[in-house]
């Protein structure tokens, strides 16, 4: 028995050894699979400038850069929108641009009137839960009143907001424009 377990335990460790260079060789060659992979990714997203008529590409993994010229006339022929637009001459970037500003303003304002909202219900608790007269009529009472004001004109804001979310979508709705450009 003594003779079998001898030769059985550095085979095991031969095994284990290749087992661990091999896991060793690999996670190298993933690592550099990975480099390239993100310089190939940083050539692909390198950054165009357009001046005066001429293409500049400046690729991020390079301090070369490497001038181009083009017509004038080609560079505006890539601005014109290239898909359907509407009566006004617009297309689906732009309304989907004004109704991403118009939803971020009115849930600003939303987001404002919660917050005046909550802070008037929480100077109203410690009104209530103040014992001496000062605090309570002198400190708390103007605050509140002060609060209570910005809170309405916060609400007037939001209603203008959501007012004007729904005169975009009618001006969508004029100009010939599918609905499907207002979401």
Excluded at 10 to 33: E, K, N, R, W
Excluded at 109 to 132: H, P
Aim: charged fraction near 30%; aromatic fraction near 6%; proline fraction near 4%.
């Amino acid at each position: 028995m003594k003779t079998k377990s001898k030769t059985v335990r550095p085979a095991m460790f031969g095994v284990i050894f290749l087992f661990l260079f091999a896991l060793d060789c690999s996670a190298q060659t993933l690592a550099d699979i990975a480099r390239r992979e993100r310089e190939r990714q940083k050539q692909l997203h390198s950054t165009v400038v357009v001046a005066s008529g001429a293409t500049t590409t400046t690729a991020a993994s390079t301090s070369s850069t490497t001038a181009v010229t083009t017509p004038p006339a080609a560079a505006s022929r890539t601005a014109a929108p290239t898909g359907p637009v509407d009566g006004k001459g617009h297309d689906e970037k732009y309304w989907r641009q004004q109704f991403d500003k118009a939803r971020d303003v009115a849930k600003k304002a939303d987001d404002k009137v919660q917050l005046l909202d909550l802070k008037v219900k929480d100077l109203n608790t410690q009104l209530l839960r103040q014992s001496d007269i000062y605090n309570r009529e002198y400190r708390l009472g103007p605050e509140i009143a002060e609060t209570q004001k910005q809170l309405d004109d916060a609400r007037k804001e939001a209603d203008d907001a959501r007012k004007k979310l729904a005169d975009l979508e009618d001006e969508l709705r004029r100009s010939g424009g599918p609905p499907g450009w207002a979401r």
